[in-house]
């Protein structure tokens, strides 16, 4: 079969957007998957994602180094989710309460910060984006998106072939099991959020200065949503959430491949509805095919025996 | 044998004969004195005062971590809040036409929450509300009372519709309802840009936009006191409070509901289907979302917009985790984010601090609301006063209230008195003080100012040693020093000028209250800190 030139370019620029657009969704969906093998909830992803994506903007803005910004990206992400884990885990707080709090507080600070440094109300001045790698029929690609693929499986292997990650997976399965094993259950709850803060940072400064160059208010856009959807999509699962993250991020990625390809302009009066795909198929996915089966400890605040 | 006076445990004993039901105003009037003497009763009245007081101190807590926000970033906090305070107050009809969508959005959170879900998707609902109020207004001819009526019921339905596809996937397939209302959300969003944007667009506009033609004039909700914005909605919005209340507290299902909340398996026990319950709770919080947006275009946007409710759904959630889930409170939780965002346009203009301020407030007022055992857990860390807190709340917590006060008035006076003297040591007079003190009035003054602050300043200090130990003397020497933390404040605003007063005035007016209070607490009852240090472990 003879593929014309335009289609291969096509295919490309698909492939492209993809990846660009889904690799923050793989690795916030990984950073939840962390936190809610260990027990907590964490709807907090979206808050700390779109942290990560201003803090990554603000330290390149004064150092000049994208490096340095995907640094303290990862830093404020530790740190916000830092809040989350000591009101989950230390205060026993309602996990989804705490989340929606960090939700709404990153929300609020990054605009606020927007102002307070640029003095702009809507998108930041560009910066310097990460140093972009050439693969010859896709194009400029990200270097964040082979940060990514090398962490799949390094998280798998984290998580299922060392002992960390087995006591991670009981701290969410059976904490009292754990505890009566003699290891801290509160302790590996908080480094799964912890992990989770910096993945999550991670996705957001591929979305500001890996994909783009700038930083806007709400950028996320409900991203941190997708990528839980991506989780239970991907049952909770390093290979799982890469395939569910990655087809969220075609879905999402061909409307801007689309919107440029000539030929295909039609698409854009439903691009809402492409749009809608990976909404849709949560609902399908959770409501029609099978149930998801999250980690059964999952929000429940452990509790020593002793402590009641 | 059994004496005379002995009650027969055949006879009807007095307290359990049925009580005679008076009628007419004697009935009204002890049927509202005894809900009245219910209402104070201590056991009814404690955990409403502890949300209560949890709601305020977060509000507290978060108003101060803003001002740590907003030094740290350059903006003066006492001009930040002053020009919110002012300008809010100064705007009171916008107070309410902020709090009206809040409150709906609030009710439709809380009322799930009740039954144990959690409606995060409560944007979605809102958005297909209004969408469907909006296409009644413009599509369809009514008579005028009729018409509103009309596109509020069609957006109320909507609304819940949109919210009894995840209610219907958690009762019958366990999915999960905060995922699945949130993409729902989201779903609902993209919907209603498209038919905003595409079949039901305004024709004619010069430069199009993504809106809908405006609705007729007979569908439009009534202003309310000549006021531009505040309109008849917030009416419903209380009749809705009231609605919910009797729902959740007066009604079968309520009860149900609840109870499915508390435990579904108890409540299963108890012959309650749960998966119904589920199914209408969630049913019924969409139904309030959508009342949100119907009323919001019939009152005042009069059209859908694209993005016109910019997180009124989001909003709701916090309204619904202050309020405590209670529809009083999220009245009251309403009223208190209109108030912020009334004063945050004033702010912002006025006081030159940007509105997402307003944002931050928001989020740390959820976070700190999530962390009420944060007080438990500084006891299990071993400090003294949050046990006896912990142990004894309603003793402990007025006299450590007015211990902080003490040691706040101590401090600031202190400051008072210091900075007075570091004046005088700066101007060279203390080599000849006592001949100035002789001469010039004003010295004189001045140095007399400057000596009772810093005694008072010692005192206070003292006091709050006192009070944490609870000692008897202290709550009594603290009423004075309040006067003289008020006094100081005075005769400094007159000689130098300064808004010093107003701190040491609230101050000085929360000292003498709590010293009161500490001073009943300490001399009726047999009150000890030192007991509890020692016994508890």
């Known amino acids: 079969m003879q593929l014309d030139p335009a289609t291969l370019i096509l295919f490309g620029w698909i492939i492209n957007s993809t990846l660009q657009v889904g690799t923050p969704l793989v690795l916030a969906g990984l950073g939840g998957m962390f936190s809610e093998r260990s027990g907590i909830v964490n709807i907090a992803l979206e808050g700390i994602m779109l942290m990560g994506a201003f803090a990554a903007v603000a330290a390149t803005y004064f150092t000049d180094n994208p490096w340095i910004g995907v640094l303290v990206a990862i830093i404020s992400g530790v740190l916000l989710a830092a809040v989350h884990a000591v009101i989950c885990v230390k205060l026993k707080g309602n996990h989804i309460i705490s989340g929606t709090g960090i939700l709404l507080f990153a929300a609020g600070f990054t605009t606020l910060m927007l102002f307070v440094i640029w003095g702009v109300r809507g998108v930041s001045p560009g910066v310097t984006p990460l140093p972009e790698i050439y693969l010859p029929g896709i194009g400029y690609l990200s270097p964040l998106i082979f940060i990514m693929f090398a962490l799949v499986p390094v998280c798998w292997f984290v998580l299922y072939r060392t002992p960390f990650g087995l006591r991670l997976r009981a701290a969410g399965e059976d904490p009292s099991t754990l505890d009566a094993a003699g290891i801290n259950v509160e302790k590996y709850r908080i480094y799964g959020v912890l992990l989770s803060g910096a993945f999550a940072a991670l996705g957001g400064a591929q979305l500001s200065i890996g994909f783009g160059s700038w930083f806007g208010k709400g950028m996320t856009s409900g991203q941190g949503f997708i990528a839980l959807a991506a989780m239970i999509f991907g049952n909770w699962n390093p290979i799982g959430i890469l395939i569910a993250g990655l087809f969220f991020g075609f879905t999402r990625g061909i409307n801007f491949a689309l919107q440029i390809a000539p030929g295909w302009d039609w698409l854009v009066g439903v691009g809402n509805f492409i749009q809608m795909i990976p909404y849709v198929s949560v609902i399908v996915a959770l409501g029609i095919i099978r149930r998801s089966i999250p980690p059964k400890a999952i929000a429940i605040p452990y509790i020593k025996e002793k402590e009641i | ?537």
């Open chain 2, 1 to 537: 044998m059994m004496s005379e006076s002995e009650p027969n445990e055949y006879e009807i004993s007095e307290w359990q004969k049925p009580e005679k039901k008076r009628r007419g105003i004697g009935g009204i009037f002890g049927g509202l004195w005894k809900a009245y003497v219910n209402f104070l009763d201590w056991s009814n009245l404690k955990p409403l005062l502890i949300q209560i007081g949890w709601a305020i101190s977060s509000i507290i807590l978060s108003m101060f971590v803003a001002s740590l926000i907003m030094l740290a970033t350059g903006y003066d906090p006492r001009i930040a809040f002053e020009t919110l305070i002012f300008g809010a107050l100064d705007q009171p009809d916008q107070i309410l036409w902020y709090a009206t969508p809040l409150i709906f959005t609030g009710l439709a959170v809380a009322l799930a929450f009740k039954a144990g879900l959690f409606n995060i998707g409560a944007e979605g609902q809102l958005y297909m509300g209004s969408m469907a109020a909006t296409v009644v207004g413009f599509m369809i001819l009514l008579p005028p009372v009729i018409h509103p009526f009309i596109a509020l019921l069609v957006g109320i339905l909507m609304g819940g519709v949109w919210a009894l596809v995840p209610g219907l996937l958690k009762a019958y397939r366990g999915a999960h309802e905060v995922v699945t209302t949130m993409m729902m959300s989201f779903i609902a969003i993209l919907l209603t840009q498209w038919l905003a944007a595409g079949p039901l667009q305004e024709p004619g506009q010069i430069q199009p936009q993504a809106q809908t033609p405006r609705i007729f004039i007979t569908a439009q909700l009534p202003k309310l006191f000549g006021s531009n914005f505040l309109n008849f909605g917030f009416i419903i919005g209380i009749f809705a409070v009231i609605v919910v209340w009797l729902l959740l507290n007066r009604t079968v299902l309520g009860y149900e509901m609840r109870a499915v909340g508390k435990s579904e398996t108890a409540a299963r026990a108890a012959g309650i289907n749960p998966k119904k319950m589920i199914v209408i709770s969630l049913f019924i919080s969409g139904c309030l979302a959508g009342l949100a947006g119907a009323v919001e275009i019939l009152g005042y946007h009069h059209r859908f917009r694209d993005g016109w409710s910019a997180g009124l759904g989001f909003d709701g959630i916090t309204v619904a985790v202050l309020g405590a889930n209670n529809p009083i409170g999220v009245l009251f939780g309403a009223i208190f984010f209109g108030f912020l965002r009334a004063g945050s346009i004033p702010m912002q203009t006025l006081g030159g601090v940007p509105a997402e301020m307003i944002d931050v407030i928001q989020g740390l007022v959820v976070l700190f609301v999530a962390a009420p055992k944060i007080v438990q857990w500084l006891a299990k860390k071993g400090i003294g006063w949050a046990k006896w807190i912990v142990k004894e709340p309603v003793k402990a917590t007025p006299i450590f209230l007015g211990a902080i006060m003490a040691l706040i008035g101590g401090i600031a006076v202190l400051a008072v008195g210091a900075g007075m003297l570091g004046t005088l040591v700066q101007a060279g007079l203390i080599g000849d003080i006592f001949n100035l003190i002789m001469t010039d009035p004003f010295i004189a003054t001045h140095v007399g100012i400057l000596t009772v602050a810093l005694i008072f300043g010692l005192i206070s200090l003292a006091v709050f040693y006192g009070m944490i130990v609870t000692r008897r003397w202290s709550p009594i020497i603290l009423i004075p020093s309040s006067i003289i933390w008020i006094a100081i404040g005075y005769v400094t605003m007159i000689l130098y000028g300064g808004t010093l007063l107003i701190p040491l005035v609230v101050l000085g007016v929360l000292g003498m209250v709590f010293a009161i209070w500490s001073l009943i607490l300490i001399y009726r009852q047999d009150v000890s800190y030192m007991e509890v240090k020692t016994s508890a472990t």
